[in-house]
């Protein structure tokens, strides 16, 4: 974002040797057999070094499977890939990369090959990859319960569609107003800025250097304000994540965490805190202080504009109703494309197929369709299902919490998400990679994953909005 | 500049297993052995892979003699030591300074013997540190031949201090209209925006990721426009060098320069062109759309007022003809003290006395005399030299080209610097630190460090200017 245009490539190349040097290291026989040594002494979570001695085995472990240029086989052909699917979708042409996605699934193949998986599903050792212990059978379970769910609320929103007026989101907002906003609400929320910064960027990401050092981007657009503020929350939800480590875990090794968890935290952020009545309650009134023009609309209206779900083409754009079903569409098709149930040429047919029969509309052209997201072309099989496992395990913490500190949304009418944030760092952003996905649930909830309190989440507040 | 301000610390750590993970890695057994066999099989100069091994290898051979735990015993004495310096300065009290500067300099004996010096003098070792190939007795042979001449210059302006007015550098300069003015001027000396970009910071420096991220940043003062011209020249100089490194030696291990090299292209284009009266020929222009209050200024009372050179007390703020006096001090007194010639008690009333000696002034308080900079508090001696020696060799180079491109300095005065900066990648930039300093002149001039050409230029200028 900072760095000069023409920097790139000799990042690039710095990046690979530490990357290279990294692999090198931590696959050594020495780290390997001082890890196996010191495996098992003690309980799982006895303590902290116990963690860090567990999940690094298992790393070591999975990273010697590999052959050793298989890592720099898939990224450059996910260079490669990249650059023929910007082209692709430019023209609108699915031909242009399809031979790209053909070598690039070969790859992921050979990759899930050498990890192996005790189901003998290949998809589980690239869902792994991305969020350690994830299964095709743990996620296909809780989908499967929310899709005809999911479904049906999207048909009942879209037979309902004019009950929500949106067009106050869509007036002129200065960008940097916008910006001071975003960064009054990150900070509101706990995102610490002497830690930290918000620069933009054409999509939205941040970057962890360290638990002191991490930055968010948003994009901005100047006619659609939630474009920036959905980041920003978003971002800032990871922000605080990674800025909330254990002093404990600083450099362990096991500082990250997996997918499912960081987007848990981010979806906390943007969706059970940043759509609610009750943050609008103390933040409306900022709005309007911010954007004068807002001083005809109410409280309600925002709200009301702020929530307005309907189907729609593209993922990123997508509402907290309908986003659910995009994510279905790529985890059944990864499935089936890792595991030769499908061929390549048939995708763009197979995602229209689907994309009718879940929304209820069929993408006009593949660059509206099956071009639209860039995960595919760098080698992303296994992601996208780790944005809707955290959204769902978002509801079920916001249960959790709610139940054992009621008072806590009363708080956030005034601004204040200490009591929040304070709860979530305590269960989940101090321990790093301490635990997997399943194990932060269970210790959590004394349940496993579960798509119901989400789904009473839906049914209860678009219900209201839209009166059914 | 850009980093949070809380991350310092975790950069800090970064870095350090970082430096930790490169001396392991390069001083081991397997690299030494590499380099001593290719080392001498091709004769110094017959190739760049050539020159890597030799310079290579005498890295390795040196690094290897340092016992293992002193870089950070100086490291870490250095932090303590910068912090006391700080409070010492701010109190204007230099005995809070004194124990941190007589530990600092026991480390830097024991560095320097360490090390080892063909002379004997312990003083070389350190200068190499900073330069290779650097010894006291090369720089005191030129040195000696300046000073008389520096001093009775700087008497001659001093008696004349009336003849030359800068009060038009001190009106009001708005900083936004300073940086787009610095930028035009860097991009048109040479300076890669695409490879590089400018921002603001308490000092001005240059931070070289790679050939093709190569960062200047300036400090900027309203009510003083030299500080940053002067500032975004010297930097653009450092950063022109920088980006101008031969593709073959990329990433060779011999990508950067001893500071004596680096000083001769920033003061190349900080004095030699910055200071000339073609540079402004051009700019001056440009400076009044700029700052329309220039337009009651003409162009020679910009130049003379650029140029005004008087005895004052602070090294960074010293002109042309007095700075190279401020060198010669620290350059003396560093060798005393490092020698165990002079004890760190005497040091504020030797300082004092060669002030008077030397400038004719004397500073009424520590804090504007031994205590004025960083360098000593962190380990930095052997340092001071190399910022004369370049501004030396950077007048030998000024007659050299002349002599051979004659029209050069007229492009000048149309803006047009690519023959100059062509000239200088082609005869030092590109070489990364293929060359020592004393090879880098007989290659360029056919001789050695000489001060007649700095001293003909101080002479013919200044006493154009002052008269006499």
């Known amino acids: 974002?900072?760095?000069?245009?023409?920097?790139?490539?000799?990042?690039?190349?710095?990046l690979a040797t530490l990357a290279g040097l990294e692999f090198e290291l931590f696959t050594s026989e020495e780290i390997g057999a001082l890890l196996q040594d010191l495996n098992g002494v003690y309980g799982d979570y006895d303590s902290d070094e116990a963690s860090i001695v567990r999940v690094l085995w298992r790393e070591w472990e999975q990273m010697r499977r590999l052959p050793p240029d298989l890592t720099s086989r898939i990224q450059e052909a996910g260079s490669v890939g990249r650059q023929a699917w910007v082209r692709a979708r430019e023209t609108n042409d699915f031909a242009l990369f399809k031979p790209h996605l053909e070598k690039m699934i070969d790859l992921q193949v050979e990759l899930a090959e050498a990890i192996g998986s005790a189901s003998g599903n290949r998809y589980d050792a690239?869902?792994?990859?991305?969020?350690?212990?994830?299964?095709?059978?743990?996620?296909?379970?809780?989908?499967?319960?929310?899709?005809?769910?999911?479904?049906?609320?999207?048909?009942a929103v879209a037979e309902r569609a004019d009950a929500v007026d949106d067009s106050v989101l869509k007036r002129h907002y200065p960008e940097v107003d916008q910006l001071r906003f975003g960064e009054e609400i990150a900070a509101a929320l706990g995102y610490d800025f002497q830690r930290g910064r918000l620069d933009l960027s054409p999509t939205a990401f941040t970057s962890a250097f360290h638990k002191d050092d991490v930055r968010i981007t948003t994009r901005i657009n100047a006619d659609n304000v939630l474009v920036a503020l959905g980041g920003i929350i978003h971002e800032a939800?990871?922000?605080?994540?990674?800025?909330?480590?254990?002093?404990?875990?600083?450099?362990?090794?096991?500082?990250?965490?997996?997918?499912?968890?960081?987007?848990?935290l981010s979806r906390y952020y943007e969706n059970v805190i940043g759509l609610s009545y009750e943050f609008w309650t103390y933040f409306f009134p900022r709005a309007q202080a911010y954007f004068p023009h807002l001083a005809d609309t109410d409280l309600i209206t925002w709200y009301r504009a702020f929530n307005k779900a309907q189907p729609s083409l593209i993922r990123t754009d997508a509402d907290e109703v309908t986003y659910g079903l995009h994510i279905m569409i790529r985890f059944e098709l990864e499935n089936e494309l890792i595991n030769g149930r499908m061929r390549v040429d048939e995708l763009p047919a197979a995602w229209n197929a689907r994309m009718e029969t879940y929304l209820g509309i069929v993408p006009p052209t593949d660059r509206e369709g099956v071009l639209q997201d860039t995960h595919w072309s760098q080698g992303g099989f296994g992601?996208?299902?780790?944005?809707?496992?955290?959204?769902?395990?978002?509801?079920?913490?916001?249960?959790?919490?709610?139940?054992?500190?009621?008072?806590?949304?009363?708080?956030?009418?005034?601004?204040?998400?200490?009591?929040?944030?304070?709860?979530?760092?305590?269960?989940?952003?101090?321990?790093?990679?301490?635990?997997?996905?399943?194990?932060?649930i269970r210790?959590?909830?004394?349940?496993?994953?579960?798509?119901?309190?989400?789904?009473?989440?839906?049914?209860?507040?678009?219900?209201?909005?839209?009166?059914f």
Do not use: C
Request: hydrophobic share 35%; proline share 5%; aromatic share 10%.
């Open 443 to 467: 210790r959590n909830t004394g349940e496993d994953l579960s798509a119901e309190p989400y789904l009473r989440h839906l049914k209860t507040k678009y219900g209201a909005i839209y009166e």
């Open 126 to 155: 690239l869902l792994h990859n991305f969020e350690p212990g994830l299964t095709f059978a743990y996620i296909d379970s809780v989908f499967r319960e929310l899709k005809p769910e999911l479904i049906a609320l999207t048909r």
């Open 237 to 264: 939800g990871h922000g605080i994540h990674r800025q909330s480590l254990s002093p404990s875990l600083y450099r362990s090794g096991i500082d990250g965490t997996g997918l499912a968890i960081a987007e848990t």
């Open 383 to 440: 992601y996208f299902p780790d944005y809707l496992l955290g959204t769902i395990f978002a509801s079920q913490l916001d249960e959790q919490i709610s139940a054992q500190q009621p008072d806590i949304k009363e708080d956030w009418t005034r601004g204040d998400f200490a009591g929040t944030t304070g709860a979530l760092v305590e269960r989940i952003m101090q321990h790093g990679g301490k635990y997997t996905f399943g194990e932060l």
């Open 1 to 14: 974002v900072i760095m000069p245009q023409g920097s790139a490539q000799g990042r690039a190349n710095q």
